[in-house]
Each structure stands twice: as C-alpha cells, then as structure tokens.
C-alpha cells in the first residue's frame, strides 16, 4: 500500500491536471495532509458557485467530510461540472443511494482517469454532482496524467437558478430524487467481464487483492463496473459479489465469496492506515503529553480537554473516531475520547468555555503552531479576557514557525519546555511541573531522531499485559512480549505505561 500522503498528493495532482477549479477539505485526514480552509459543506457550496460559472470543479475530501457535507450535495444544482473524490475509509456507497448522485469506484491508476474523464464530462451533461470513491486499496502510479484542463471562460446567467430555466421537469422538482436514465445507460458502458460460468460482481474497492487470485474462481464469469450507483442492473446477472462490504449483496439480493479474504485484506489495509496516522514519526511527543496530562487529573476534577483537529486520528476499523494518539490501558478510561472531550480550534474552544463560566475543571487545549497563525484574532481576546484556568500548549515544529513571533506581537506571555526526542520522559517532567501554573507552555520539538529504542527485560516481565494494550505495531506476544526495535519509534509509551519496571531504553550502536 502506498502511503496516504503519497497517494493522495499524486491524486490531487491528477486533479489538478483534469479540472478548472480544486477544492480540498474534510476532516481527520485531510487536516493532517493538506492546509484546509473550508469546512465540507461549505467547499460543496463554493463548488457550487464555481459551476455555475461554468468552471469544471472538483472537490477532495475524507469520508468524515462527505457525511458532513451530504445536506449541501443533495440540493446542489451543477452547470460546468462538480465531481466529489472521497477518499473512503469506510463506506460511502449507501449515502449516494440515499441522495440520489452517481458513484464510481475505480480500481487503479488507468481506471480512475477513466471515472476522471466519465464524471466530468457527464456531470455538466446531465446536471448533477458525481461521486467518485477512493481508498487504501487504490495504487496510483507515478507519472499517472489527468485528462487535460478544458479551458474556458467564467460566465454566468443570473437566471440560472431559476428551476424554469431547465425545463417544467425543474420546476415541479426542487430536490433531485432520482439519477437520470441517461446516467443508468452510461453505467452499462462502463463494464469488463473476465471469464466464463456464473456471474460474480466484483467490487473496485476489492479487484487489487482478486486480480491476484483469480486461480481461484475458476468457472466464474467476473464482472467489474465503474459504477456502483446506478448498478447496471439490466447487464449484469450477478449470482455473487466480492466486496468489502455488505452492500452490493444487500442491493442485488445475492451471497457474498471470499468473503474471510476479503475481510481480512481490508483489515491490514486498516491496520497499515492506522500505523501510518497513529504512529507519525520517532520521538512524537503528542501521546505522552496527552497521557501525562489526564494523569494528573483530580478525583474531584473535571477538566476538559481540547485537541487540535490535525492530531485526530483513526484507529477502529468499524466507524469512525478519534483515539487522539494515546490507547487506553487498562487503568485508563474505556475510551480515551473519553478523557480528550472535545476536538476543533482550542482558541475558540477555550473562549466558548470561558464565556459559559465552566469551572468544574480546568481547560487543557494543545494546539498546532499552524492553528495558532490562523486563528491570530482570537489570541488577544483570550489574553484580554481569560486570567486563569487554562493551559494551552503550542507544539512546535519545523512548520508556522511564526506563531512565536505572532505571541510576541501581542505581548503574550509564555513558558518553553524544551522536548528532547532522545530524552522523552525526562523532558516532559518540566511540563508537569509548570502545569499549575498555567498560560501559555511552548513545547519546543529538538534532538536527532532514532538513536534510541524500547526493550523488554523478562526478569521482570510477569505478563501483565499493560504495553499489549497500548496497541503499538512493534510490540508482538510469543511466551512474553516483544519489542521489534525495527518497528520502534522511540515514543517511549511502552515504558510509561509498563507498571513492573520491565521495559528499558537502550542506544543502537
């Protein structure tokens, strides 16, 4: 599996290469990879605007931002073209049945230029938004080329959202509740058939781990369409699919194949996705910040803690949420977003609490240099309107490194840690000294990385079970755990949370 960033940079890339106009936004992985600057609903209105012009548009999201977002592409009327890429962790499919929009799911490089150039082209034909889902399972090669950008001037009929414009059939409908025959007819076009016997619908999503196992449905006709919403079900008399999920079967009324497989395919793409997100780099201080911090809760303390919504992360592979970089362990809550309660701008979030008067607790917002620059109006509210109670700890890396000079502008008071890679632990007990204190603590990121990692001395190891359930990939169990020191990042939670004294640092030669 290439990595997300790779992937989705050569994507937008491509899109780029293939549209007018490109809009990216969402949520939990796009804030990780890309400077958002609109919320989903919104980018699906300014879409919106851009096709009216005319303009071919294309917006990229997570699947978080499409379920967000489904109200505004449910009413969205399209003159140029508005084609939606979801990259899917999930699935989307029974969502565009919902509202009624076309989805294609390609399966590779040369496919995807195909649903590119389809729903293009076919959006401004038929007037309505396309659906195009993408994923971990979808390679895109490098050197893969868009389709070319129509170049065309921006005009625009003040008339055209008028519904009259477009016919009667426009104007006694308001909300679009079917996907034009045309659409349908398109969907038969779009169909490879592999083989001979029966009939088995193979998903898009699914076709990178089949193309690899076709010896074993042998006596089987394969069959793969672009679209998955229309199903072209006219041409295709499926007595099976293979898919990711359940809902080509439900939809067609038919039994599913391969499906352990399939199923367990799927969950070491969502493994390797969670590893890539959880696990971001050596040294990463975010996970033992979060847990130092719940740890010194009081029993009669009910703080509030806000994260920065580009430290989300997603770590179950049955819905969505955020695990905010720490598991928890067993003297931890249940769920540790439990404990992080709430994840925006902490700017606006210490404001909102400040103006309802919360003082059961205090308020703890670790936040992105990068969010601090952007959110420059709301520093001088708090520093003139908060006076205790709050601790908002910037860390720093390479990028915004102007967020210093931004508080010194406003004459801000703050504190610096200096977080040593190297020294995590030790660096960190600064952190909580000064914790009482509150304000403004600038976590200040130094050190080489890699010099050091985590093993287990069996001497003390009774088994208990504590560094298995922080879930990191490079811990393993055979009689005793096992630490892969090719795995290890240095982070340090494994020693943190072994309560026996079991787990050592060590310096590779």
């Not at 672009?226 to 199903?231: A, D, H, I, K, R």
């Amino acid at each position: 599996m290439q990595g997300i960033r790779e992937s989705l940079t050569r994507i937008a890339d491509i899109l780029r290469d293939s549209f007018n106009e490109l809009i990216i936004t969402g949520y939990l992985i796009m804030n990780k990879l890309f400077d958002i600057r609109v919320r989903p609903d919104t980018a699906i209105n300014e879409a919106e605007v851009l096709s009216s012009m005319f303009r071919d548009t294309a917006v990229l999201m997570d699947s978080p931002g499409f379920l967000n977002s489904l109200g505004s592409l449910s009413t969205v009327k399209v003159r140029g073209s508005l084609v939606v890429f979801v990259y899917d962790i999930h699935d989307i499919r029974p969502f565009c049945e919902l509202i009624g929009v076309p989805c294609l799911e390609p399966w590779d490089s040369d496919s995807l230029v195909t649903a590119i150039k389809e729903g293009r082209d076919y959006s401004e034909s038929f007037e309505v938004p396309y659906v195009i889902r993408l994923g971990p399972w979808l390679n895109i090669d490098e050197g893969t080329k868009g389709i070319g950008v129509r170049r065309r001037e921006s005009t625009f009929n003040k008339n055209w959202g008028e519904p009259i414009r477009w016919g009667l059939n426009r104007l006694l409908s308001d909300l679009r509740k079917d996907i034009p025959k045309e659409v349908s007819a398109r969907s038969q076009d779009s169909i490879v058939i592999i083989g001979n016997g029966d009939n088995v619908l193979v998903s898009g999503s699914s076709w990178p781990l089949i193309k690899d196992m076709t010896g074993k449905l042998a006596g089987f006709t394969l069959v793969r369409s672009l679209y998955v919403n229309p199903l072209p079900k006219d041409l295709i008399k499926a007595k099976y699919v293979i898919d990711i999920d359940d809902f080509l079967a439900n939809r067609l009324g038919v039994g599913r194949i391969m499906i352990d497989e399939v199923d367990r395919w799927r969950n070491e793409l969502l493994e390797k996705l969670t590893q890539e997100l959880f696990f971001r780099r050596a040294g990463d201080p975010l996970m033992l910040i979060e847990w130092l911090l719940t740890k010194q809760r009081s029993p009669s303390e009910i703080p509030i803690i806000m994260l920065d919504p580009t430290y989300a992360h997603i770590v179950d592979d049955n819905k969505l949420k955020g695990s905010y970089d720490i598991i928890p362990t067993y003297f931890e809550p249940y769920d540790f977003d439990q404990v992080v309660d709430i994840v925006t701008n902490p700017l606006a979030g210490i404001l909102a609490l400040a103006r309802a008067n919360y003082h059961y607790g205090n308020k703890i917002a670790v936040i992105n240099p990068c969010t601090l620059v952007q959110s420059e109006d709301l520093i001088n509210e708090i520093i003139s309107t908060i006076n205790n109670n709050y601790l908002l700890l910037v860390v720093m890396s390479d990028e915004c490194k102007d967020a210093l000079n931004l508080l010194a502008k406003y004459n801000v008071k703050y504190k610096i840690v200096n977080y040593d890679e190297n020294e995590p632990l030790s660096s960190l007990n600064e952190l909580l000294s000064i914790k009482d204190s509150w304000g403004i603590v600038i976590l200040n990121i130094k050190g080489s990385v890699g010099k050091y990692v985590y093993k287990i001395n069996n001497e003390y190891c009774d088994n208990c079970g504590d560094c298995l359930r922080i879930r990191c990939p490079a811990i393993y169990l055979e009689k005793n755990p096992i630490i892969d020191t090719n795995k290890c990042v240095s982070c340090g939670i494994c020693q943190v949370v072994c309560s026996r004294g079991a787990i050592t640092k060590v310096k590779i030669a």
